[in-house]
């Protein structure tokens, strides 16, 4: 019988139900007795014959796409994508515009054929070119606004709102001078724009490094640390989101969780709820520290007023 391999799309034959490794790119995939069963004459892919074997959680047990079913990789009886390259720095620009339209449209076929194990840097590279739309569009938008945002500022220190609250005036107005100036609002902007590429890279190895961790506390898992240094990376394409003005961060931060949790799910070939608890407890983690951090500071402001 005649299968493709989810890892590396190349087809290989099997005999029998059971465990198998391609022996194209080494990865594992699996056939069930009931699928092995089904019709072998149906057409999914180039050649007739030919059926899709993937550990993706939405199909039947052992992966196989029944005849006239359908996956979160396409539609079934089409063709099923082929694998992109590996990014590397010769044909970076040529596969920039094809990786971004694959996570965008095909998250889960995309990190499910990404080749591992792979070098981290040219996935830095894109994530930081792909990030730096986004983050121009906010600069510009907080220019434009920040006059606006200043009048508002003095406004309130006027209005005497603030006066109850200890340190608060002072510290407003320690802002509005220190941006009162255009220059110095301009400098930021141009700053921010200039440190991205720094801020993305450190984003992405610092990440990587806390996602890899609670992958590996949770259990047994295939990939390495430079690969998850690489779905954090390419997970910064939903940063593209933030050329909406006002909504697109917010857009953006829920969108990369997914893709990041996406990412880990099938680099690492984990269950999804591992994935998921990957991206979202060192956001609760941070939350509490913040919380913590927050009533401690607010306790010791209480103290010095009844002092």
């Not at 099997?14 to 194209?24: H, K, T």
């Not at 790119?25 to 999914?44: D, H, L, T, Y």
């Not at 938008?141 to 340190?167: F, H, W, Y």
């Not at 590429?197 to 640390?225: C, K, M, Q, R, W």
Request: charged share 15%; aromatic share 8%; hydrophobic share 45%.
């Amino acid at each position: 019988m005649i299968v493709r391999c989810p890892h590396c799309q190349k087809q290989t034959t099997v005999e029998a139900p059971g465990n198998y490794i391609c022996p194209s790119c080494s990865q594992r995939f699996k056939v069930s007795p009931e699928n092995f069963e089904w019709e072998q004459g149906a057409r999914i892919g180039d050649e007739p014959g030919g059926a899709f074997i993937s550990g993706d959680s939405n199909l039947p047990e052992g992966g196989m796409v029944p005849p006239g079913g359908s996956s979160s990789y396409g539609p079934v009886g089409g063709p099923v994508p082929e694998a992109l390259p590996d990014l590397t720095r010769e044909n970076f620009w040529s596969l920039l515009k094809p990786y971004v339209m694959r996570i965008v449209k095909m998250p889960s076929l995309f990190f499910t054929q990404m080749p591992v194990p792979g070098t981290f840097w040219p996935a830095i590279g894109y994530a930081i070119l792909v990030s730096l739309p986004g983050k121009l569009v906010e600069a510009l938008v907080g220019l434009v606004m920040s006059p606006g945002r200043m009048a508002g500022l003095e406004q309130t220190l006027k209005s005497g709102e603030l006066a109850d609250i200890p340190g608060m005036e002072e510290y407003i107005r320690m802002y509005t001078d220190m941006l009162g100036g255009g220059g110095t609002m301009s400098a930021m902007v141009i700053a921010g724009i200039v440190l991205t590429p720094l801020t993305v890279f450190l984003s992405s190895i610092v990440g990587g490094a806390v996602y890899h961790a609670i992958i590996a506390i949770l259990g047994e898992h295939d990939g390495n640390f430079e690969d998850t240094i690489r779905v954090t990376a390419y997970s910064n394409t939903a940063n593209l989101a933030r050329v909406i003005p006002f909504v697109g961060a917010s857009i953006a931060f829920i969108w990369q969780l997914v893709l990041t949790a996406i990412g880990l799910t099938k680099v690492h070939r984990v269950p999804g709820w591992k994935g998921a608890v990957a991206v979202i407890a060192p956001i609760v983690i941070c939350c509490c520290g913040f919380a913590v951090l927050g009533m401690g500071i607010a306790g010791m402001i209480g103290g010095m007023s009844a002092h």
